[in-house]
């Protein structure tokens, strides 16, 4: 069993940056690939990016490539997304996911969302322009 938390949304003007957090409980915490995923209002739930904790090799969506970026820290059982050059359209909730069977290229690709077993509550970011 994996709890998720996220933490680190918030009110941010266009141009600016945030720090996603997601913490995690469970042992196995470095066999699982996570995944952050973002929904906006009237919105279908989309893959931002995905990585695979083992070995940290990342995908992520065209609309944030250059942009964003991951970090993990598996002795504190963390994942971090790095928003950098935020835009309104980045405006969502953003979710936290794990899962132990994951292609990371096909999910950032189709945003299939099947494969993560474990989801955190959501964090809220607002960019305003």
């Known amino acids: 069993q994996v709890q998720l938390v996220e933490s680190g949304g918030g009110l941010v003007q266009a141009g600016g940056s945030l720090r996603l957090s997601c913490a995690a409980s469970g042992r196995t915490w470095s066999t699982y690939a996570t995944g952050w995923f973002r929904q906006a209002p009237g919105k279908k739930r989309e893959a931002v990016s995905c990585t695979r904790l083992a070995d940290g090799s990342t995908s992520f969506a065209d609309s944030v490539k250059g942009r964003f970026a991951i970090s993990s820290d598996n002795n504190k059982n963390a994942v971090y997304l790095q928003m950098d050059s935020l835009q309104a359209e980045d405006t969502a909730v953003y979710y936290c996911?794990?899962?132990?069977?994951?292609?990371?290229?096909?999910?950032?690709?189709?945003?299939?969302?099947?494969?993560?077993?474990?989801w955190g509550q959501g964090t809220q970011v607002t960019v305003s322009s």
């Open positions: 996911a794990a899962g132990v069977t994951v292609y990371c290229p096909h999910i950032v690709e189709v945003g299939t969302t099947r494969e993560f077993k474990y």
